[in-house]
């Protein structure tokens, strides 16, 4: 199925064709970009110089082993870039990158974890006689990034082990997480592309439903409760909730070791049973309704001993030496009323909220109430570096929960409730992209730029009252996780289902995002979608990940 593009926008149309920013006169402009192999063994840093007339003038590209950080990688790429200049004997460079963090923390000299290449650049731009750093998007930075997979060969990379995790409330049994092999349903760039432009070719036939494989993890109700969060914090799910014994707990498995750690409980002022969470920076902050300050967890050392740590006892039995890191909760000192000032009658709920590309803003857009102006929007957001809230207008994100940035797109993407006043049918799903803003710290912004698709988010031939999740897996790619109810059985097959449970169908389908000429949202799927029948499925949105 395709969905349409919609009729009604807000802002300027982006454009989707590449478009060059030409420097001042006499300037030369290089743009840089960096990539990671898709293995995560090595990255790809280019640059490419061009006069202020768009002559070429020249162009480089090396390839990094043992380097997989994309933010270090781009760093290196803007250093690349500097060196190129000082080859081609250039004075006044204007140096474009589409990696606004990197770009951020060379004008504020925020150095952070790649501090010791920022502090080369800026050694080296002083040899310059004049140099500008910009970010620019991915549009007018398409160059280097064509430059940059040419290196090794896209085709040639291998695919991420990266999967889909699920995870399921399930009477009787409990919470289980899935992992779901959904590579084949990714089509790749042509495919996708494709399909946005044109309608595809109806299969003939359509797979069964399957069953789906053995958990890779089931937390019982006794463990975690039947009210359990999960989140994502990189490679790692946590769990929180409250045990029938030993009150709340939080677990946190690793996707990649199968490791399940037990960490410190979550705190008192964190509603266990509705919050919101994200990750940056190897944190995973958490909020919620009426907040009175901002959570996180996180990983710290402990019981040292000479670097070290003994759990023996007197008589050095069982001892094990090393060292040890636990999770850990924590909270900002400052408070969250106070920098929003709110009074102490005014209630307030999250709507939406998604992370800026500089890796460690967080926006988060909520709704409050009192007695003199029962519901008012507005939106803040939270520098986790320093955590410090600044309030950025009467306006709110247009997607609901979790919205996503995606690199190529150049925003932040999610889905939104149709309210009826936008095009939309009211009530059902529908995707959005949204314009990150341009940080001004201290300051209110203007509402950002939004547009929304025509059609209804669903893959199904016949869309009927469901509940859906979308994970971004990135570079424009999007999986939207459904659940159904089951067609209906007759015979056998009916009395088989009802014995086992199996009374719902999760629909999983891989979809590309993108902006049309005009600046409108297109969307096609990869290659038709898979469906697994559910056991003993509860009721609620599935929660889903991609790591």
Avoid at 10 to 35: C, F, L, M, Q
Wanted: aromatic content about 8%; overall charge neutral; hydrophobic content about 35%.
């Amino acid at each position: 199925m395709v969905l349409k593009p919609e009729t009604k926008r807000t802002g300027t149309p982006r454009p989707s064709h590449p478009i060059w920013i030409p420097p001042p006169e006499n300037w030369a402009k290089i743009n840089v970009d960096a990539g990671v192999a898709r293995s995560g063994e090595y990255g790809v840093v280019a640059a490419v110089a061009r006069s202020a007339s768009g002559v070429y003038l020249g162009g480089s590209a090396v390839l990094i082993t043992g380097i997989s950080n994309p933010e270090v990688l781009e760093a290196l790429a803007v250093r690349e870039g500097l060196n190129l200049a000082q080859d081609l004997l250039l004075t006044k460079v204007r140096l474009a990158s589409d990696c606004l963090s990197v770009i951020n923390a060379l004008m504020e000299e925020n150095w952070g974890s790649y501090s010791q290449i920022l502090q080369e650049i800026k050694r080296t731009s002083r040899d310059l006689e004049e140099v500008s750093f910009v970010h620019e998007n991915r549009l007018s930075n398409k160059e280097p990034h064509d430059l940059e997979q040419e290196v090794d060969g896209e085709k040639s990379w291998p695919r991420p082990r990266r999967h889909l995790y699920v995870v399921l409330d399930e009477m009787n049994t409990g919470h289980s997480v899935y992992r779901l092999n959904v590579d084949d349903l990714d089509g790749g760039d042509e495919d996708a592309v494709t399909g946005i432009d044109a309608a595809r070719v109806p299969h003939q036939t359509k797979p069964l439903p399957r069953r789906l494989p053995e958990p890779v993890l089931r937390l019982g109700y006794q463990s975690v409760g039947t009210f359990a969060q999960f989140k994502a914090l990189g490679s790692k799910i946590v769990a929180t909730g409250v045990s029938s014994g030993n009150g709340t707990i939080t677990f946190v498995y690793d996707t990649k070791t199968a490791r399940l750690d037990v960490g410190q409980s979550p705190p008192k002022g964190l509603n266990l049973c509705r919050y919101h969470a994200a990750d940056a920076g190897n944190k995973l902050y958490a909020f919620g309704a009426n907040s009175q300050t901002l959570h996180y967890l996180c990983e710290q050392w402990v019981l040292p001993e000479d670097d070290g740590y003994d759990s023996g006892n007197e008589m050095g039995e069982f001892a094990m030496r090393g060292q040890i890191k636990e999770w850990a909760w924590k909270k900002s000192r400052s408070s969250l009323r106070c920098a929003l000032n709110l009074s102490s009658h005014t209630s307030f709920f999250v709507q939406s909220y998604a992370v800026h590309p500089d890796g460690k803003t967080l926006f988060v857009s909520c709704f409050s109430s009192n007695y003199i102006e029962p519901h008012r929007h507005f939106t803040f957001s939270v520098d986790t570096k320093d955590v410090k809230y600044t309030r950025r207008g009467e306006w709110r994100l247009p997607f609901n929960d979790r919205g996503y940035y995606d690199h190529d797109l150049d925003a932040w993407v999610g889905i939104r409730m149709a309210d009826g006043t936008d095009g939309g049918s009211e009530g059902h799903s529908y995707l959005c992209s949204c314009d990150a803003p341009k940080l001004e710290r201290g300051r209110a912004l203007p509402a950002p730029a939004w547009k929304m698709c025509k059609e209804q988010l669903t893959f199904l031939d016949t869309p009927a009252a469901h509940c859906c999740a979308l994970v971004h897996t990135g570079r424009g790619r999007f999986c939207l996780v459904e659940v159904l109810a089951a067609p209906v059985a007759k015979g056998e097959e009916a009395r088989r289902r009802t014995r086992d449970g199996l009374e719902f169908l999760l629909h999983v389908t891989m979809f590309r995002a993108k902006h049309g000429k005009n600046g409108e949202l297109l969307v096609a799927p990869c290659r038709p979608g898979r469906s697994f029948l559910m056991p003993n499925y509860a009721t609620g949105t599935p929660t889903a990940f991609w790591m």
